[in-house]
Structures are given as structure tokens and as C-alpha cells.
């Protein structure tokens, strides 16, 4: 913390004074994750930063039996801790409800899906791969773009094969050349579009591909932070360029059907 704060390795003497902390209302070291969000018995010390000694405390009813601005009163007095639950921390913060705290992460288990499953936190999951993720998907814009109007064409030649069938007499030779030859088609550029999926992923990583994307799907990874990171960001610094009044308002979801409707390119019409 004294390097990210002052930027440089610092000496001794600057180091003891641990000048970042004024950047905090509250620190909690020693809080032994997932432990912390889960174990509702762990107490809580506090830490005398001069000499790293520690002091028991009688945590939440040591606050209550401070009477009126118990929490301040309680800081006051230190705020540097080791251990202890959420617990102590929504009483020393005087919150009750989880929606009340934004919690940032950089581990999807211990930290994202801990915190949101079992205490209702707000959270905010941090990937330092996002840029590169992010840098590769914009340079490979015009090979997904192919891929997916190859995608696109093999519904069109399969929803005009249905048509064929549907309107024609498949007894004759003609429409039965037809269907050949489409079935030719669709095979042909099933291979161009594997040759092209192999390339594509393989500019994100050699081996593994995409992060987000398994195939044509999304992959565990991408789901789990789609389902329990409120918010996901490259790095925690993003955040010093939003106000801390802004709300971050989710983007609405569409089910296959729906995507199919709103689809600028889709010839498909509901009656």
C-alpha cells in the first residue's frame, strides 16, 4: 500500500507512517476470505499500526455499549482491525442492508460470488485481461463480422431448403438437384466457417481461445461473472472517473425469440 500510495519504494521512516491510510475510513487486514463473509463467531482485534501489536475488542457489543455514535466513538479510538465478520463491518459502517456496499474483487469465488450469493453485496469484479480481451475482439471485428454473415447465410439456405420442401414436389428432379446442391453449399461453407472460428479464437490465445466465448456460447467464466459481478472493470482506478453519486443501471436482456425480432438484418415478421 506504501508503494501504490507514494508511487516509489519507500524508506523506514516513511513506511511506519502509513500515509495511505488516510485515503480509508476503516481498514480490516487478516480477514481471512471467504471466512469473513461467512462465520458469523470470528472476532474481531484491533492492530496498533506502530508496532503491528493487537488488541482484543469486544466488537459489535463494545459499539452498542458506547451508547449514542458508537461506531464513531469506536473508530476513534483506531480504525485498523484484523479479522472479525460482516458483522462488525456493517456496524462500524452503520449499514444494514447489503445493497449498501459495493465490494471490489479480484477473485470470482472468495471474493464476487461469496459476497453477492450469501450477504446480497453489491459487487464490482476486476479482470486485468479485459483490455487485451477487449484490444484483440476490436482488431478481429472484420473476421467476426464474416463469420457471422456466413452464419447468417447457412439459416437463410436452410430456411429456403424448408421452403423447397414445403411448396415443392420433391419427386422431381429438379427440386431433388436442388436440395443437393444446397446441401453442397451448406457443407462448403460449414468448412470455410470452422477454418475461420479457428483463426478468430486463436488471436485471442493459441490454445484457449476466447475468454468470454466457448464455441458460439458464452463460457463458465462469462457466466458466472454475468450472473454475480454487478459491475466488472480492467482495473479499480476506472472508478476515479465516475462520480460517487453516479448509478450504474443494468442493460436489458433478450431471450433468442426476441433477438430474432430485433435483428435489423432479419427478414422475419410476426402476424
Known amino acids: 500500500m506504501n508503494f501504490l500510495y507514494h508511487g516509489y519504494q519507500v524508506d523506514g521512516d516513511l513506511k511506519k507512517k502509513n500515509e495511505w491510510m488516510r485515503l480509508f475510513d476503516l481498514v480490516i487486514v487478516g480477514s481471512c476470505k471467504p471466512a469473513f463473509l461467512l462465520d458469523p463467531y470470528l472476532?474481531?482485534?484491533?492492530v496498533r499500526p506502530e508496532d503491528g501489536s493487537l488488541l482484543n475488542t469486544d466488537g459489535i457489543?463494545?459499539?452498542?455499549?458506547?451508547?449514542?455514535?458508537?461506531?464513531?466513538?469506536?473508530l476513534s479510538k483506531g480504525k485498523v482491525f484484523q479479522g472479525g465478520n460482516w458483522n462488525h463491518l456493517n456496524a462500524i459502517l452503520e449499514i444494514?442492508?447489503?445493497?449498501?456496499?459495493?465490494?471490489?474483487?479480484?477473485?470470482?469465488?472468495?471474493?464476487?460470488?461469496?459476497?453477492?450469493?450469501?450477504?446480497?453485496?453489491?459487487?464490482?469484479?476486476i479482470m486485468?485481461?479485459?483490455?487485451?480481451?477487449?484490444?484483440?475482439?476490436?482488431?478481429?471485428?472484420?473476421l467476426r463480422n464474416q463469420i457471422l454473415g456466413?452464419?447468417?447465410?447457412?439459416?437463410?439456405?436452410?430456411?429456403?431448403?424448408?421452403?423447397?420442401?414445403r411448396t415443392g414436389d420433391i419427386q422431381t428432379e429438379h427440386v431433388q438437384r436442388k436440395l443437393t446442391d444446397l446441401d453442397?453449399?451448406?457443407?462448403?461453407?460449414?468448412?470455410?466457417?470452422?477454418?475461420?472460428?479457428a483463426k478468430y479464437h486463436a488471436a485471442f490465445h493459441p490454445i484457449w481461445g476466447q475468454m468470454f466465448v466457448a464455441g458460439y456460447q458464452d463460457s463458465r467464466f462469462a457466466y458466472f461473472v454475468q450472473n454475480y459481478a454487478c459491475l466488472y472493470t480492467a482495473k479499480a482506478t476506472n472508478f476515479a472517473l465516475t462520480s460517487t453519486t453516479r448509478s450504474f443501471r443494468t442493460s436489458g436482456d433478450m431471450l433468442a425469440h426476441d433477438k430474432l425480432l430485433a435483428d435489423e438484418y432479419s427478414h422475419f415478421t410476426y402476424e
Not at 184 to 197: F, G
Request: glycine share 6%; proline share 2%.
Open 61 to 74: 457489543f463494545e459499539i452498542e455499549a458506547l451508547g449514542e455514535n458508537g461506531a464513531h466513538k469506536f
Open 96 to 125: 444494514s442492508a447489503g445493497e449498501d456496499i459495493l465490494y471490489v474483487g479480484d477473485h470470482l469465488y472468495s471474493d464476487v460470488l461469496r459476497s453477492k450469493r450469501t450477504l446480497g453485496w453489491r459487487s464490482a469484479f
Open 43 to 46: 472476532n474481531l482485534f484491533r
Open 128 to 142: 486485468p485481461e479485459l483490455v487485451e480481451e477487449m484490444k484483440v475482439f476490436h482488431q478481429q471485428l472484420p
Open 150 to 165: 456466413l452464419r447468417k447465410l447457412r439459416d437463410d439456405l436452410a430456411v429456403y431448403r424448408d421452403d423447397l420442401i
Open 184 to 197: 453442397k453449399d451448406d457443407e462448403t461453407i460449414k468448412t470455410v466457417l470452422s477454418s475461420l472460428a
